[in-house]
């Protein structure tokens, strides 16, 4: 379930309406496209300063929530989406650079690439993969002990790792169905125990072009 | 070593028409094996999916339109999406300034981070925010049954040096 449905679960509890069928609709994939198509559905998106040089920034996108324990060395990604972060560093919500990342190979033996950050070939919902060389690349890992390469001043990670989120998603459930009143204290973390399929980029926050930026992430697939 | 010698062989009785004597496979293409495997290049691609705050306005978007927001653009946002935000506000009895206020800070759905600040969230986002208490605070105020889910912290610990996010759970 992606982080939408989750928090489309908030607004309903938020109404405080009658919502049971609207739930049971709901809970699944945040829309009728991307439903099935966890490698492309975005779990969750995390931007910050980084810990260990507070002159870089670190990027992190997680994608393909809930994978279980029997499946972390098995999932992998789609060599046909390209995952990219935008971004916007002069204020206006359109994009001014991009990084985009995408895989070749199957299987255990998939590559990261990533290009950027770069000027977008063409800004909004339709992309191309930028030309120009390719700024770093890294074997894809689903061990516990990440793969990690560092290119023109970008470390790089992909791979699946435990669900960075937790919510008691369950009892919120309970809530919203009006089999419960309140949270648990303390709650259980309902994304405990799982994994995503993540992306995790540092490099200088210079290379962004100014220090208030607005980013988000994207995931494209060829048109048909 | 060979296969570098092979490439540049390649290369060359690509430009010059010259056999490359001695590779076991001189017509292979040229370029990286990575780069010429991705069925991505020179394809136009269409947005599927978007994501920018932890999807506090994604939330307010109706079911009808969730594949319109999805495959939309932020700078589209305030636009298309604002004012069916404040009137999801308004109908949670919010007022219509205190609701126009939230909407604003909502919409365009962007991750919005000042770097020469401390990231916490809603400047940019670690893992370590607890960002669902925070969203619960948002819609239910002071009301402590449903103000704060008791999930403070991520189920294992984060790394402290990169890639931050902890191993997998394996069997």
């Known amino acids: ?5 989750v928090l489309i679960l908030l607004l309903v509890a938020a109404a405080g309406l009658g919502v049971t069928r609207f739930i049971t609709a709901s809970d699944h994939k945040d829309s009728m496209l991307l439903a099935g198509d966890p490698a492309a559905d975005i779990a969750d998106l995390y931007t910050f300063r980084s810990p260990t040089n507070p002159a870089n920034v670190v990027l992190v996108m997680t994608v393909s929530g809930f994978i279980p324990p029997s499946e972390a060395s098995t999932t992998f990604f789609d060599p046909n989406v ?5 971004i916007d560093n002069d204020g206006d919500a359109v994009e001014d650079l991009v990084i985009q990342a995408f895989v070749t190979g199957t299987g255990g033996h998939q590559v990261m690439h990533f290009r950027g950050p770069a000027k977008a ?3 909004g919902s339709t992309t191309r993969v930028i030309e120009g060389p390719e ?4 074997a894809v ?6 793969i990690v390469a560092t290119r023109n001043g970008m470390t790089v990670f992909a791979g699946v790792r435990d669900d960075p989120f937790f919510f008691d998603l369950v009892q919120f459930k309970k809530i919203i169905a009006g089999e419960a009143s309140a949270f648990r204290n303390p709650g259980v973390d309902t994304f405990a125990g799982t994994n995503v399929l993540a992306i995790v ?17 994207s995931t494209s697939r060829p048109q048909l | 070593m060979k296969r570098t010698a092979c490439r540049v062989a390649s290369l060359l009785a690509s430009l010059t028409a010259i056999a490359a004597a001695g590779c ?5 293409p040229i370029t990286s094996p990575h780069i010429e495997a991705s069925v991505l290049m020179h394809q136009q691609m269409l947005q599927e999916d978007r994501f920018g705050l932890p999807a506090i306005a994604t939330v307010f978007i109706p079911t009808d339109l969730r594949d319109a927001y999805n495959l939309g653009s932020p700078s589209g946002d305030v636009a298309t999406f604002k004012s069916l935000i404040v009137a999801k506000l308004m109908a949670f009895g919010q007022d219509a300034a205190s609701a126009n206020a939230l909407a604003s800070a909502l919409s365009p759905d962007v991750q919005p981070i000042d770097l020469s600040q401390p990231s916490n969230f809603l400047n940019g986002r670690k893992p370590s925010d607890d960002v669902i208490t925070a969203e619960l605070h948002l819609i239910f105020g002071s009301n402590a049954a449903l103000n704060d889910d008791h999930v403070d912290a991520n189920d294992v610990p984060f790394l402290t040096t990169f890639p931050y996010l902890a191993g997998p759970h394996v069997q």
């Open chain 1, 1 to 5: 379930m992606s982080r939408k449905v």
């Open chain 1, 135 to 138: 700024t770093a690349t890294v």
């Open chain 1, 82 to 86: 390209l995952y990219q972060w935008k």
């Open chain 2, 24 to 28: 076991q496979n001189s017509s292979a």
């Open chain 1, 141 to 146: 890992s689903n061990t516990p002990t990440p």
């Open chain 1, 201 to 217: 980029v540092e490099l200088p926050s210079s290379l962004l072009g100014g220090t208030k930026l607005s980013v988000w992430g």
């Open chain 1, 121 to 123: 070939s063409e800004i």
